[in-house]
C-alpha cells in the first residue's frame, strides 16, 4: 500500500471519528430533541461519510481490498457511535426510586385517626402512626417529631423518637402511641411528624443512649427520610396518662 493511500486512509478515519464525535456531543446536548436523534445523525453521517470516501477512493485506481478495509472502517465507527448514543428505557412512575434506595416501598398509611393527604392533618395530642412495606435489611425505622419553623420541616431537634414495630414476615408496621405536644397548651399549634430509616449502626447507638427517647438535636448518620408530614394539634387529651400538672405561678 502505498504512503498516499495509507494517508488517506488515516485522514479518513480521524475525519470521521470527529464528525461522528461531534454529533454524538450535539445530540446528547440538546436533550429536548426526540430520543432517536443522536442515533440517527449518528446513522446518516456515516453513511455520508462512506458514501464520499467511497467515490474519492474509486475503483479505477484502488484496490477492491482497499475498498472494502474503508468501508469497513467506517461502518464500525458509525455502528459504535449508534450504539452509544441510543435511548436508554426511560424511568417509569414506579421506578421513581433507584432500585438500591433503601427506602422504596414503604410508605405511611396513617397518621393518629387520617390517612396523610396533600392538607395539613388535625391530629390528638396522642397518636400511632403505621404504613406498609418491609425494612430492609441493615436498617430500622424510626418516626419522631418537632415544632413547625415558618412552614419548614427541620430534619434536626426531633422529639419523642420511636422505634418502629414491625413482625418478621409481614409487610406493615407501627408506632406504639406516643404525644405530640401537650394538648390544650399546644393547641392550633403545627407540628411535623418525621417517618425515616436508620442504619443498624445508628439504630444501636440510638436505643443505648436514649431508648425510645424524649429528644435528640442532630440529624442522626445515615438518616434515609421516608416522608415529613405536617400536623397541627386539636389539643383534645387522648393520651392513656393524665396530662402534666400546671406549674404553679
Not at 17 to 25: M, N, W
Not at 62 to 72: E, P, Y
Amino acid at each position: 500500500m502505498s504512503t498516499s493511500t495509507a494517508d488517506k486512509i488515516n485522514a479518513i478515519a480521524s475525519v470521521t471519528g470527529v464528525v461522528l464525535g461531534a454529533g454524538a456531543l450535539v445530540a446528547d446536548h440538546y436533550a429536548t430533541l426526540p430520543d432517536w436523534f443522536g442515533t440517527a445523525g449518528a446513522l446518516v453521517i456515516g453513511g455520508a461519510l462512506a458514501l464520499g470516501a467511497w467515490r474519492w477512493l474509486s475503483p479505477a485506481s484502488h484496490s477492491t481490498l482497499l475498498h472494502r478495509l474503508v468501508i469497513g472502517l467506517l461502518a464500525a465507527l458509525t455502528g459504535v457511535v449508534a450504539v452509544l448514543v441510543w435511548p436508554g428505557p426511560k424511568p417509569t412512575q414506579a421506578d421513581a426510586k433507584p432500585s438500591g434506595d433503601p427506602t422504596k416501598g414503604i410508605d405511611v398509611t396513617k397518621v393518629g385517626d387520617t390517612v396523610p393527604g396533600p392538607d395539613t392533618e388535625k391530629i390528638k395530642a396522642c397518636i400511632a402512626v403505621s404504613g406498609v412495606g418491609k425494612m430492609p435489611k441493615g436498617y430500622q425505622l424510626w418516626v419522631a417529631n418537632n415544632f413547625d419553623i415558618d412552614g419548614e420541616a427541620d430534619p434536626a431537634n426531633l422529639y419523642n423518637l420511636q422505634r418502629v414495630v414491625q413482625t418478621k414476615g409481614q409487610a406493615t408496621w407501627h408506632t406504639p402511641v406516643f404525644g405530640v405536644g401537650e394538648g390544650q397548651k399546644h393547641k392550633g399549634t403545627y407540628f411535623w411528624i418525621h417517618v425515616f430509616l436508620l442504619p443498624r449502626s445508628s439504630d444501636t447507638v440510638l436505643q443505648n443512649l436514649l431508648g425510645d427517647a424524649p429528644g435528640f438535636k442532630e440529624t442522626l448518620p445515615g438518616t434515609k427520610p421516608i416522608e415529613s408530614i405536617r400536623v397541627q394539634s386539636t389539643g383534645v387529651w387522648n393520651c392513656p396518662y393524665p396530662p402534666a400538672k400546671k406549674e404553679k405561678s
